[in-house]
C-alpha cells in the first residue's frame, strides 16, 4: 500500500505569516493534531502541532504579551518532514519512527501538499488489516 492510499486529502493548512492567535482552536475545531505549513503555492515550508501552540501559549502567559503579533513561522517546524505519495506506508511508518514524530506531510514530486498521514491513521490502517487477517 502507498501513503497516497492511506493519506488523509482534505488537509487543514495554515500560511507562515498567520497570526499564531488567530488561529487557536484550529487543533479543537478540526480534531486534529499537526497542520501542514503551506505557501500560497502549496509548497509545503513547515509543519505545527498542538504542542506548538500550547508551548506558545504558555510562553505568552507568561510574558503577559508581546506587541509584535506571532506568525506560524516563528512556531514552525521548518523544514517539516515530507514523503512522496507513491513511497510504501511501511516507509512512511519507519520514516515517522526514525524522526520521532507523529505526522507525514505527503507531497508530490514537485513538493506540493497532497496530503497527511499521521500516527493514527498508521494504527487505523493494521488495527483493521489485522481484524481481517484473523479469518
Excluded: W
Amino acid at each position: 500500500m502507498r501513503a497516497s492510499e492511506l493519506m488523509t486529502q482534505r488537509v487543514v493548512t495554515l500560511q507562515p505569516e498567520d497570526r499564531v492567535l488567530d488561529h487557536l482552536n484550529v487543533f479543537k475545531d478540526n480534531n486534529i493534531k499537526h497542520v501542514p505549513v503551506v505557501s500560497t503555492e502549496k509548497q509545503v515550508v513547515g509543519m505545527v502541532s498542538e504542542k506548538d501552540f500550547e508551548n506558545y501559549v504558555n510562553i505568552v502567559k507568561i510574558l503577559q504579551s508581546r506587541e509584535d503579533p506571532v506568525l506560524v513561522r516563528d512556531i514552525m517546524t521548518c523544514p517539516a518532514f515530507t514523503l512522496t505519495d507513491k513511497i510504501e506506508i511501511q516507509d512512511v511508518a519507519q520514516a515517522m519512527i526514525d524522526n520521532s514524530i507523529h505526522a507525514m506531510v505527503i507531497t508530490d514530486e514537485n513538493g506540493l501538499l497532497q496530503g497527511i498521514v499521521t500516527s493514527t491513521d498508521l494504527l487505523k490502517h493494521l488495527a483493521n488489516r489485522d481484524r481481517y487477517d484473523r479469518f
